[in-house]
């Protein structure tokens, strides 16, 4: 049996991630009026779900360490259809929120597990694994407001739709009890020794480049359409042109993943990172209007599509004794990125202009990109 096959699991577990990060906001109307409730306390399922999902990445990639991977990956399938069970099946509101927070937990875990276990099971190329993996985070995330809508055309709601999810995450749980997943990947059985790597600078300006790759995706997935709107676009428009930047970066997973492994994984990122750099620049001195704008957008996100999942491989092979806190370390600040920025993104826009925000995308890139430059030669000076 070819080695490939394993691969379907994980792109599986990719698509409960997604289903379970971006479905939610296909729903929150339906919510509030089910439950008669204000988008201002509904919004607080939002808070819930990010606080856990956030928190269990770094929780979840020391535990991965000291206990296994292969535990803290089945548990956070568990934790993640106990929580969409709990999403189809309460009829309490605070009892809805609490199982948001917990599928946030557990998808969490999945997350930060599925990396550092994949790279160690396709050993010869990681970074092209991963690629391909992640590209079907997308798939998830367009999947649930597409399923959402043709189940409402008939006797169906949001109910059904997270039982739905249930089951198919249950089935893809089936999945990784198999014995493929190793039992024990990297473990470190000391808290001392798996927090040295803390001591490191490079690990820090691993962190930093994901907080400042995550401040330039964020505020223009944020902000982008507000942007455009500001300028005399409609707001379908401007939705329009952003789906060209996810559009990008679904397809820049899919053709470019062979080139992470084969010119090297450092490489690859500094050439993405400045693609994504020029490609959020140039639209700046272009009118809104321009056919050129979603096709900048669309390069920018092939240019970027390979960035995390690279990163990842470097993070792994280059910490190979803490890969699951690896793995931890680069989702944890790519999700503070998320909660931080788009919210200072906001409070520019009103201070000045959202053109401002918008020109504060390229200069996070730009930063990420400097960060990257740093990290091959801290991680050779510090062994």
Known sequence: MSKKILLVPFFFALVVIGLGISGVGAIIPAIAQSFSLPYAVVGSIFLFQGIG??????????????????????????????GFLGIALFSSFPFLVFAFSVMGVGVGW?????????????????????????????????????????????RYDWRDLYLGITVFTAMVLLLFLF?????????QNSWRGLFKV???????????????YSGGVSTLNGWCVSYLA????????????????WLGLLVGRLLLAPCSDRFGHLNVIRVGSLGGVLMTLLPLFLSPHSLLFPFFLFIAGLSLSIVIPTTLAYAIASFPETASLASGWV???????????????????????????????PVFLLLMFLCQQFLEVLRRREG
């Open 331 to 361: 989702l944890f600040n790519n999700g503070f990125g998320i909660l931080l920025f788009p919210w200072l993104g906001g409070i520019v826009g009103s201070t000045f202009d959202l053109g401002v925000t918008f020109a504060t995308i």
């Open 179 to 187: 014995p493929f997943v190793p039992r024990r990947v990297h473990a």
């Open 230 to 245: 500001q300028k005399g676009v409609p707001l379908a428009g401007g939705s329009l042109f952003l789906s060209y930047f």
């Open 110 to 154: 999945v997350d930060c597990m599925v990396n550092p276990i994949a790279a160690s099971i396709f050993t010869e190329h990681p970074a092209t694994a991963l690629n391909f993996i992640h590209a079907f985070f997308g798939l998830g995330s367009m999947i649930a407001p597409r399923l959402y809508a043709f189940l409402t055309t008939g």
């Open 198 to 212: 803390f001591r490191l600078k490079a690990f820090w300006f691993l962190g930093l480049a994901m907080l400042f």
């Open 53 to 82: 999902y956030f928190l269990s990445l770094l929780v979840g990639g020391v535990l991965g360490n000291i206990i296994s991977q292969a535990f803290i990956l089945r548990l956070g399938f568990v934790l993640a259809v106990l």
